[in-house]
């Protein structure tokens, strides 16, 4: 199966370095890194979708006042996950799988924009995004309007057995072949889940989603984070100690398995451009 890395949000949040770690000015860069993945016979599946046309031309309502002040979301069009499907000479009718690392609406904006595709996520977070809501956070994060056309859901169990490299797995999804599975990590919300690829080789790709959001919290042997990243994990987590505890696992695996798992979250830039660039000279 061939990877396509995409980035489908871009937000220039205030502070520059205190958010990215790298920026020399005074905003920050977050993408959403989300996978586009070519198979033999299922057709193109989607890991995530960012932002989608609707949001960018009607954002109101779908995308919440609250974080698009606080992390100057840039809505491009261009950046859809629609347009740059067509961009690479696909369809957008080619997407018939949709998986989904979380509900929020920075990864999920995108999902009308293929209305042919099923959409699959745990049922955890299938439950926590439908409501009812309790909290700011909680209340914002979720934005219905992205999805409520939606009908071909695709709600898993976030324990059915199944072991991936120590953690629990969700295999056989609905039409999707083995090379694709679901990793719970709960924390950042009760459904989140990390989404394996086995790639061409015998190599894994790990999106881990929000589990983590800043290269320096894997490969190594301690955590670093920039302090803007650092705050917003805390504003957004459902259960910290979850949260942590799926991290340092994660962490771990990026340590004791890198010959074998690559693992990347949804919102670093560097880890972004690094897979991009890798892709594309395969």
């Given at each position: 199966m061939?990877v396509?890395?995409?980035?489908?949000a871009?937000d220039?949040?205030l502070?520059?370095?205190?958010?990215?770690?790298?920026?020399?000015?005074?905003?920050g860069?977050?993408?959403g890194?989300?996978?586009?993945?070519?198979?033999?016979s299922?057709?193109?599946?989607?890991?995530d979708?960012?932002?989608?046309?609707?949001?960018v031309?009607?954002p109101?309502?779908?995308v919440?006042?609250?974080?698009?002040?606080?992390?100057?979301?840039?809505?491009?069009?261009?950046?859809?996950?629609?347009?740059?499907?067509?961009?690479?000479?696909?369809q957008?009718n080619d997407?018939?799988?949709?998986?989904?690392t979380?509900?929020?609406?920075?990864?999920?904006g995108?999902?009308?924009?293929?209305?042919?595709?099923?959409?699959?996520l745990?049922?955890?977070?299938?439950?926590?995004?439908?409501?009812?809501?309790?909290g700011?956070?909680?209340?914002?994060?979720?934005?219905?309007?992205?999805?409520?056309?939606?009908?071909?859901?695709?709600?898993y169990a976030a324990?059915?057995?199944?072991?991936?490299?120590?953690?629990?797995?969700?295999?056989?999804?609905d039409g999707?072949p083995?090379?694709?599975?679901?990793?719970p990590?709960?924390?950042?919300?009760?459904?989140h889940?990390g989404?394996?690829?086995?790639?061409?080789?015998?190599?894994?790709?790990l999106?881990?989603?929000?589990?983590?959001?800043?290269?320096?919290?894997?490969?190594?042997?301690?955590?670093?984070?920039t302090?803007?990243?650092?705050?917003?994990?805390?504003?957004?987590?459902t259960?910290r100690?979850?949260?942590?505890?799926?991290?340092?696992?994660?962490?771990?695996?990026?340590v004791?398995?890198?010959?074998?798992?690559?693992?990347?979250?949804?919102?670093?830039?560097v880890e972004?451009?690094?897979?991009?660039?890798d892709a594309?000279?395969?």
């Open positions: 061939r396509h890395h995409l980035n489908c871009t220039c949040p502070g520059g370095a205190v958010f990215d770690g790298r920026s020399l000015g005074p905003l860069e977050i993408v890194h989300c996978l586009l993945i070519e198979t033999d299922h057709g193109l599946v989607l890991v979708t960012g932002y989608g046309l609707q949001d031309a009607h109101h309502g779908r919440p006042g609250f974080f698009r002040a606080l992390l100057n979301i840039r809505l491009r069009e261009e950046e859809t996950a629609a347009r740059q499907i067509e961009a690479l000479g696909f957008r997407v018939r799988h949709i998986v989904l979380h509900l929020d609406f920075d990864h999920a995108g999902i009308e924009d293929f209305p042919g595709a099923r959409v699959h745990l049922k955890a977070e299938y439950d926590q995004a439908t409501g009812p809501w309790e700011f956070v909680q209340s914002r994060r979720y934005r219905p309007a992205q999805w409520d056309a939606v009908t071909q859901w695709r709600t324990a059915g057995g199944d072991r991936w490299f120590g953690f629990d797995a969700v295999r056989d999804l999707l083995p090379e694709i599975l679901m990793v990590l709960p924390g950042h919300t009760w459904g889940a989404v394996a690829v086995r790639r061409e080789g015998s190599d894994w790709l999106q881990a989603g929000d589990a983590y959001f800043h290269r320096g919290e894997m490969r190594g042997a301690r955590r670093r984070c302090p803007g990243l650092r705050a917003y994990q805390t504003l957004m987590e259960h100690g979850h949260r942590m505890r799926n991290q340092e696992r994660v962490r771990r695996l990026s004791e398995h890198r010959a074998e798992v690559q693992v990347v979250c949804s919102h670093d830039p972004f451009e690094r897979c991009r660039d594309r000279r395969l």
